[in-house]
């Protein structure tokens, strides 16, 4: 299991990048820095909820994940 600060941290760091992203692509095709800025952190505001939702849920399931036998030690 992931813990709930990984799952911040994980969810913070991709929002960074993603609104880097999307700020870019809004300027490139109006032109219009502060409108770009505007859809980045929007897009940001709604898209770090999702997401860390989306990821608590995936944390929640086993399909995909191996299970492990525990090892003893003698």
Known sequence: MESTRRSIAKSLS?????TLITTS???????EGE???KIGIADTL???FFYFGHERLWNRM???REK???EYFI
């Open 35 to 37: 409108f770009a800025a």
């Open 46 to 48: 709604v898209k770090f």
């Open 62 to 64: 086993t399909y995909g």
């Open 14 to 18: 991709w929002r960074i990048l993603a």
């Open 25 to 31: 692509i809004a300027f490139g095709l109006t032109g």
């Open 68 to 70: 492990t036998q525990p």
